[in-house]
Protein backbone atom coordinates (compact mmCIF):
# COMPACT_ATOMS: atom_id res chain seq x y z
CA UNK A 1 0.00 0.00 0.00
CA UNK A 2 3.23 2.38 0.80
CA UNK A 3 5.16 2.20 -2.99
CA UNK A 4 7.25 5.21 -1.92
CA UNK A 5 8.66 3.20 0.70
CA UNK A 6 10.75 0.03 -1.28
CA UNK A 7 13.73 1.64 -2.59
CA UNK A 8 14.70 2.63 1.02
CA UNK A 9 13.13 -0.16 3.42
CA UNK A 10 14.46 -2.60 0.92
CA UNK A 11 17.51 -0.97 -0.82
CA UNK A 12 19.16 -4.21 -2.86
CA UNK A 13 17.58 -6.62 -0.94
CA UNK A 14 14.67 -6.55 -3.20
CA UNK A 15 16.35 -6.77 -6.81
CA UNK A 16 14.58 -3.92 -8.56
CA UNK A 17 15.28 -1.84 -4.99
CA UNK A 18 17.76 0.79 -4.94
CA UNK A 19 17.77 3.36 -2.60
CA UNK A 20 19.18 6.00 -5.15
CA UNK A 21 15.69 5.45 -7.11
CA UNK A 22 13.47 6.87 -4.28
CA UNK A 23 11.74 9.53 -5.76
CA UNK A 24 8.73 11.58 -5.71
CA UNK A 25 5.09 9.14 -7.01
CA UNK A 26 2.06 10.80 -8.60
CA UNK A 27 -1.11 9.65 -7.45
CA UNK A 28 -4.67 9.75 -8.81
CA UNK A 29 -7.95 8.22 -6.83
CA UNK A 30 -10.87 6.73 -8.78
CA UNK A 31 -13.04 5.29 -6.47
CA UNK A 32 -13.80 5.43 -2.61
CA UNK A 33 -16.84 3.36 -1.13
CA UNK A 34 -17.11 1.74 2.04
CA UNK A 35 -16.04 -1.58 0.98
CA UNK A 36 -12.54 0.32 -0.06
CA UNK A 37 -10.97 2.45 -2.86
CA UNK A 38 -8.95 2.59 -6.10
CA UNK A 39 -6.64 4.06 -8.08
CA UNK A 40 -3.58 4.44 -10.42
CA UNK A 41 0.23 5.37 -9.48
CA UNK A 42 3.66 5.56 -10.85
CA UNK A 43 6.49 7.63 -11.16
CA UNK A 44 5.84 11.56 -11.23
CA UNK A 45 8.71 12.04 -13.47
CA UNK A 46 7.76 9.97 -16.02
CA UNK A 47 3.78 11.62 -16.10
CA UNK A 48 2.48 8.28 -16.72
CA UNK A 49 0.39 5.92 -14.01
CA UNK A 50 0.97 2.29 -15.11
CA UNK A 51 0.14 0.75 -11.70
CA UNK A 52 -3.58 0.08 -10.63
CA UNK A 53 -3.64 -0.26 -6.89
CA UNK A 54 -7.45 -1.41 -5.54
CA UNK A 55 -8.12 -2.31 -1.71
CA UNK A 56 -11.00 -3.88 -0.61
CA UNK A 57 -12.59 -4.64 2.75
CA UNK A 58 -11.48 -6.85 4.77
CA UNK A 59 -8.26 -6.39 4.23
CA UNK A 60 -7.45 -7.61 0.29
CA UNK A 61 -5.09 -5.21 -1.69
CA UNK A 62 -4.23 -5.87 -5.59
CA UNK A 63 -1.68 -3.93 -6.85
CA UNK A 64 -1.72 -4.58 -11.28
CA UNK A 65 1.07 -2.92 -13.73
CA UNK A 66 0.89 -3.22 -17.91
CA UNK A 67 3.80 -1.95 -18.96
CA UNK A 68 5.40 -2.53 -22.38
CA UNK A 69 9.62 -3.92 -22.79
CA UNK A 70 12.74 -3.08 -24.60
CA UNK A 71 10.99 -5.66 -27.66
CA UNK A 72 7.39 -3.48 -27.56
CA UNK A 73 5.66 -6.36 -25.98
CA UNK A 74 3.47 -5.72 -23.13
CA UNK A 75 4.01 -7.00 -20.29
CA UNK A 76 2.02 -7.84 -16.68
CA UNK A 77 2.49 -7.83 -13.18
CA UNK A 78 0.52 -8.54 -10.35
CA UNK A 79 0.84 -8.53 -7.05
CA UNK A 80 -2.12 -10.08 -4.12
CA UNK A 81 -1.99 -9.54 -0.55
CA UNK A 82 -4.30 -11.16 1.56
CA UNK A 83 -4.04 -10.14 5.48
CA UNK A 84 -6.04 -11.57 8.61
CA UNK A 85 -5.87 -10.47 11.95
CA UNK A 86 -3.75 -12.74 14.48
CA UNK A 87 -4.22 -11.04 17.68
CA UNK A 88 -4.17 -7.45 19.01
CA UNK A 89 -1.29 -5.99 17.20
CA UNK A 90 -0.78 -8.82 14.89
CA UNK A 91 -1.34 -9.88 11.65
CA UNK A 92 -1.05 -12.92 9.17
CA UNK A 93 -0.11 -11.83 5.24
CA UNK A 94 -0.28 -14.11 2.81
CA UNK A 95 1.48 -12.65 -0.64
CA UNK A 96 1.45 -14.03 -4.33
CA UNK A 97 2.86 -12.12 -7.61
CA UNK A 98 2.59 -12.62 -10.77
CA UNK A 99 4.19 -11.85 -14.49
CA UNK A 100 4.75 -12.92 -17.74
CA UNK A 101 8.27 -11.82 -18.14
CA UNK A 102 10.60 -14.75 -18.40
CA UNK A 103 13.03 -14.12 -15.17
CA UNK A 104 16.28 -13.04 -15.30
CA UNK A 105 18.97 -15.32 -16.52
CA UNK A 106 20.88 -14.96 -12.70
CA UNK A 107 17.49 -15.62 -10.52
CA UNK A 108 17.95 -19.16 -12.47
CA UNK A 109 21.87 -19.63 -10.67
CA UNK A 110 20.68 -19.27 -7.34
CA UNK A 111 18.79 -22.00 -5.17
CA UNK A 112 14.76 -21.68 -4.35
CA UNK A 113 15.90 -21.09 -0.77
CA UNK A 114 17.73 -18.38 -1.38
CA UNK A 115 14.66 -16.74 -2.87
CA UNK A 116 12.86 -17.79 0.26
CA UNK A 117 14.83 -16.45 3.08
CA UNK A 118 14.93 -13.24 0.47
CA UNK A 119 11.39 -13.00 0.77
CA UNK A 120 11.70 -13.47 4.68
CA UNK A 121 14.27 -10.27 5.28
CA UNK A 122 11.76 -8.40 3.25
CA UNK A 123 9.17 -8.62 5.29
CA UNK A 124 11.16 -8.07 8.66
CA UNK A 125 12.48 -5.22 6.99
CA UNK A 126 8.61 -4.10 7.16
CA UNK A 127 8.34 -5.82 10.63
CA UNK A 128 10.39 -4.03 12.31
CA UNK A 129 9.15 -0.45 11.35
CA UNK A 130 5.54 -1.19 11.67
CA UNK A 131 6.07 -2.96 15.20
CA UNK A 132 7.94 0.65 16.06
CA UNK A 133 5.39 2.40 14.29
CA UNK A 134 2.63 0.90 16.21
CA UNK A 135 4.50 1.71 19.72
CA UNK A 136 4.48 5.64 18.41
CA UNK A 137 0.49 5.49 18.12
CA UNK A 138 -0.08 3.49 21.22
CA UNK A 139 2.25 5.62 23.55
CA UNK A 140 0.55 9.20 21.67
CA UNK A 141 -2.87 7.94 21.74
CA UNK A 142 -3.87 10.40 19.01
CA UNK A 143 -5.07 10.52 15.49
CA UNK A 144 -2.33 9.85 13.00
CA UNK A 145 -2.82 13.34 10.97
CA UNK A 146 -1.27 14.58 14.18
CA UNK A 147 1.49 12.03 14.70
CA UNK A 148 2.66 11.88 11.18
CA UNK A 149 2.76 14.23 8.05
CA UNK A 150 1.76 12.81 4.87
CA UNK A 151 2.79 13.54 1.61
CA UNK A 152 0.76 13.19 -1.25
CA UNK A 153 4.21 12.02 -3.47
CA UNK A 154 4.26 9.14 -1.43
CA UNK A 155 2.06 8.49 1.52
CA UNK A 156 -1.75 9.12 -0.89
CA UNK A 157 -2.55 5.27 -0.19
CA UNK A 158 -1.64 5.63 3.22
CA UNK A 159 -3.89 8.39 3.83
CA UNK A 160 -6.86 6.47 2.33
CA UNK A 161 -6.78 4.03 4.13
CA UNK A 162 -6.41 5.84 7.24
CA UNK A 163 -9.52 7.69 5.96
CA UNK A 164 -11.73 4.66 5.17
CA UNK A 165 -10.72 3.42 8.91
CA UNK A 166 -12.62 6.88 9.80
CA UNK A 167 -15.63 5.81 7.78
CA UNK A 168 -15.69 1.87 8.98
CA UNK A 169 -13.98 2.14 12.31
CA UNK A 170 -16.92 2.34 14.21
CA UNK A 171 -17.50 -1.26 13.55
CA UNK A 172 -14.25 -2.20 14.65
CA UNK A 173 -12.76 -3.75 18.12
CA UNK A 174 -10.57 -0.77 18.13
CA UNK A 175 -8.86 1.38 14.97
CA UNK A 176 -6.58 4.01 13.93
CA UNK A 177 -7.87 6.51 11.38
CA UNK A 178 -6.55 9.46 10.09
CA UNK A 179 -9.10 12.26 12.26
CA UNK A 180 -10.52 9.41 14.61
CA UNK A 181 -8.90 6.99 17.21
CA UNK A 182 -10.31 4.31 19.23
CA UNK A 183 -8.20 2.53 21.69
CA UNK A 184 -7.83 -1.04 22.59
CA UNK A 185 -9.59 -2.03 26.45
CA UNK A 186 -6.74 -3.57 26.80
CA UNK A 187 -2.99 -3.02 26.24
CA UNK A 188 -1.19 -5.78 23.74
CA UNK A 189 2.44 -7.17 24.64
CA UNK A 190 5.14 -5.16 24.22
CA UNK A 191 6.32 -6.30 21.13
CA UNK A 192 9.92 -4.19 21.24
CA UNK A 193 12.41 -3.78 23.18
CA UNK A 194 13.74 -0.70 24.11
CA UNK A 195 16.75 0.64 22.44
CA UNK A 196 20.29 -0.19 23.53
CA UNK A 197 21.64 -2.96 26.44
CA UNK A 198 17.75 -4.74 26.59
CA UNK A 199 17.84 -4.22 22.57
CA UNK A 200 20.84 -6.08 22.56
CA UNK A 201 19.97 -8.85 24.36
CA UNK A 202 16.23 -9.76 23.49
CA UNK A 203 17.97 -8.95 19.50
CA UNK A 204 13.95 -7.18 19.49
CA UNK A 205 11.14 -9.63 20.08
CA UNK A 206 9.27 -8.71 16.38
CA UNK A 207 12.53 -9.63 14.35
CA UNK A 208 14.05 -11.99 16.14
CA UNK A 209 12.49 -13.17 19.74
CA UNK A 210 13.98 -14.08 23.00
CA UNK A 211 17.55 -13.76 23.75
CA UNK A 212 18.19 -13.96 20.31
CA UNK A 213 18.48 -17.69 19.90
CA UNK A 214 17.90 -19.66 16.66
CA UNK A 215 15.31 -20.87 18.16
CA UNK A 216 13.23 -18.75 20.28
CA UNK A 217 9.68 -19.77 21.32
CA UNK A 218 8.79 -16.45 19.48
CA UNK A 219 6.33 -17.72 16.30
CA UNK A 220 7.46 -14.16 14.50
CA UNK A 221 11.20 -15.91 14.36
CA UNK A 222 11.95 -16.78 10.94
CA UNK A 223 12.58 -20.21 12.12
CA UNK A 224 8.82 -20.80 13.28
CA UNK A 225 7.21 -18.92 10.94
CA UNK A 226 8.71 -20.18 7.66
CA UNK A 227 10.92 -22.98 7.97
CA UNK A 228 9.13 -25.39 9.86
CA UNK A 229 6.03 -24.64 7.52
CA UNK A 230 8.64 -25.32 4.55
CA UNK A 231 9.68 -28.70 3.50
CA UNK A 232 12.69 -27.61 0.90
CA UNK A 233 14.22 -24.94 3.59
CA UNK A 234 13.69 -27.41 6.27
CA UNK A 235 15.78 -30.03 4.38
CA UNK A 236 18.05 -27.10 3.39
CA UNK A 237 18.80 -26.62 7.25
CA UNK A 238 19.05 -30.04 8.04
CA UNK A 239 21.70 -31.22 4.46
CA UNK A 240 23.78 -27.79 6.00
CA UNK A 241 23.67 -29.29 9.78
CA UNK A 242 25.00 -32.68 9.26
CA UNK A 243 27.62 -31.22 6.55
CA UNK A 244 28.48 -28.46 9.26
CA UNK A 245 28.71 -31.23 11.76
CA UNK A 246 31.20 -33.50 9.21
CA UNK A 247 33.25 -30.71 8.38
CA UNK A 248 34.26 -29.97 12.43
CA UNK A 249 34.82 -33.14 13.00
CA UNK A 250 36.92 -33.74 10.12
CA UNK A 251 38.67 -30.34 10.70
CA UNK A 252 39.68 -31.39 14.38
CA UNK A 253 40.72 -35.05 12.88
CA UNK A 254 43.59 -33.30 10.81
CA UNK A 255 44.23 -30.63 13.15
CA UNK A 256 44.80 -33.39 15.60
CA UNK A 257 47.19 -35.47 13.21
CA UNK A 258 48.88 -32.47 11.76
CA UNK A 259 50.40 -32.37 15.62
CA UNK A 260 51.15 -35.91 15.77
CA UNK A 261 52.94 -36.36 12.26
CA UNK A 262 56.45 -35.94 12.53
CA UNK A 263 56.90 -34.54 8.23
CA UNK A 264 56.69 -30.90 7.40
CA UNK A 265 55.10 -32.10 4.51
CA UNK A 266 52.27 -33.84 5.85
CA UNK A 267 52.03 -31.19 8.42
CA UNK A 268 51.44 -28.64 6.00
CA UNK A 269 48.77 -30.67 3.79
CA UNK A 270 46.74 -31.92 7.08
CA UNK A 271 46.68 -27.86 8.18
CA UNK A 272 45.79 -26.46 4.41
CA UNK A 273 42.68 -29.67 4.43
CA UNK A 274 41.84 -28.39 8.09
CA UNK A 275 41.44 -25.44 6.81
CA UNK A 276 39.51 -26.10 4.16
CA UNK A 277 37.47 -28.34 6.51
CA UNK A 278 36.96 -24.90 8.30
CA UNK A 279 35.83 -23.08 5.16
CA UNK A 280 32.79 -25.66 4.76
CA UNK A 281 32.13 -24.91 8.44
CA UNK A 282 31.66 -21.74 8.03
CA UNK A 283 30.19 -21.40 4.55
CA UNK A 284 27.24 -24.40 6.37
CA UNK A 285 26.80 -21.53 9.18
CA UNK A 286 26.08 -18.92 6.79
CA UNK A 287 23.25 -20.50 5.01
CA UNK A 288 21.59 -22.08 8.16
CA UNK A 289 21.63 -18.50 10.02
CA UNK A 290 20.52 -16.85 6.44
CA UNK A 291 17.26 -19.72 6.65
CA UNK A 292 16.65 -19.35 10.46
CA UNK A 293 18.15 -16.04 11.40
CA UNK A 294 15.64 -12.69 11.31
CA UNK A 295 16.94 -9.49 9.92
CA UNK A 296 17.91 -6.75 12.27
CA UNK A 297 18.56 -3.07 11.32
CA UNK A 298 21.78 -1.80 13.03
CA UNK A 299 20.46 0.58 15.16
CA UNK A 300 18.63 -2.16 16.85
CA UNK A 301 21.73 -4.20 17.69
CA UNK A 302 23.75 -1.50 19.64
Not at 98 to 119: R, V
Not at 231 to 258: I, Q
Not at 286 to 297: A, D, H, P
Request: include cysteine; hydrophobic fraction near 40%.
Amino acid sequence: MDPAHIPISHDRTDWTAKREDAQALGFKVTERTDRGFAGWWGKEKDGDLPNFLRFEAPCVLQNNRVFTDKKGQKQYFSGLFLCRPAGQGKSMVIVRFGSTMDPPPLAKIFPEWYFHQNASKVFEQDMGFLSSQNEVIMKEKVPLKELYLNLRSSDTWVVEYRKWVDKVGHGMPYHFGHRTICLPKEAAVVEHAPAGLVARISASSPAKGGIGTMHAPNITNRYFRHVIHCKRCTKVVKVFENWKNVFSAVTVVMAALAILVSSRQWKAILMVSAAFCLTGVYACKTVIEMNTTNFIRVHRRL
